[in-house]
């Protein structure tokens, strides 16, 4: 069902990028937009639907902020991926867009891919209610800024110049802004729509946001280079710490295990009904890209 699932996710979403992308131009920060936000996994919009189906949410309007999600997602990787950054030739076994293209338009694209991801939130088609429009941009832009993914982007970076390796404590923190954030939001983005509870799904958000970045971490060191689309041991070769250089490749997949079983277990309030987020969450640490 999961699998199912996302890939019909990742058609719709795809689907919307290219309608709602068309009519830019064809220079070469538009053409940039288009190829960065496609391809993936899209585990974020399927998060925001399947949050939204839980609650009832019309998926015309929840597709809105299912691309919002993948827009912003999208502007984050190829940031990251910039010699200034990360600096990564192979994102989704493609090259990445300053390689593409040049820096200048990586940085242009990204800029342009973040704002994008708002204009989709501040459409009336996302949602009939102004208020509820207000509260996704809002809650979105706490999620990728500088108590979110920006945080946990400069608290990777400000690492790698550290004199002393991460603690536990402290990978924690970092990860659940670097990656955690957007997840977190993408699962709530149903309550959210529907004016209900955000705590049921934001507990499995954060249980499932640590468990993907230990199962990233895993991969980093098991996975295969052309399977992944793009490079390995990278974490390892710069000593970086991580959850498998703190906890061990058992103790760190003991832990994405135990994340999985509370991620399922926090989703009881909504009975079987949730079963595809289940499957989700024991997805993301089974994955091998
Ligand atoms: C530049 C502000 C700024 C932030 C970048 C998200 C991020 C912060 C960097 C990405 C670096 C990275 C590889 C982190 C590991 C976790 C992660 C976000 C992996 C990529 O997400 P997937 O696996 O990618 O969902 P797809 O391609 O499937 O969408």
């Known amino acids: ?64 902020p299912a691309t919002a999600i993948e827009a912003i997602h999208a502007y984050s990787l190829v940031h990251d991926d910039l010699p200034c950054m990360d600096d990564d030739d192979l994102r989704r076994g493609l090259p990445t867009v300053h390689v593409k293209w040049d820096e200048t338009t990586a940085v242009l694209a990204g800029d342009a891919l973040q704002t994008f991801g708002f204009e989709c939130l501040s459409r009336p088609d996302c949602h009939p209610d102004p208020l509820v429009r207000a509260d996704l941009v809002l809650t979105l832009s706490r999620a990728a800024g500088a108590e979110g993914m920006v945080l946990g982007q400069a608290l990777d970076i400000a690492a790698e110049s550290a004199d002393t390796p991460l603690t536990l404590d402290q990978i924690t923190r970092l990860q659940t802004g670097k990656t955690g954030a957007l997840i977190k939001w993408a699962a709530t983005a149903g309550p959210l729509m529907a004016r209900a509870d955000t705590a049921p799904l934001a507990r499995y958000a954060a249980d499932l946001g640590l468990a993907f970045q230990i199962a990233d ?18 974490d390892a070769d710069a000593g970086k710490a991580t959850f498998v250089s703190l906890l061990g490749l058992d103790g760190a997949k003991r832990r994405a295990a135990e994340l999985v079983t509370d991620a399922c277990d926090t989703l009881s309030c909504y009975g079987d009904k949730a079963e595809t987020l289940r499957e989700a969450a024991r997805f993301v640490i089974a994955r091998d890209s």
């Open 217 to 234: 971490d895993i991969l980093d060191i098991e996975g295969d280079a052309a399977t992944l689309g793009k490079a390995v041991r990278k």
């Open 1 to 64: 069902m999961f699998q199912a699932r996302l890939k019909e996710t990742a058609a719709l979403v795809q689907a919307h990028l290219d309608a709602t992308l068309a009519p830019l131009g064809n220079l070469p920060v538009h053409r940039a937009m288009r190829y960065a936000s496609a391809g993936g996994k899209r585990l974020r919009a399927f998060l925001v639907l399947e949050s939204a189906r839980l609650h009832g949410i019309a998926p015309q309007n929840a597709i809105w």
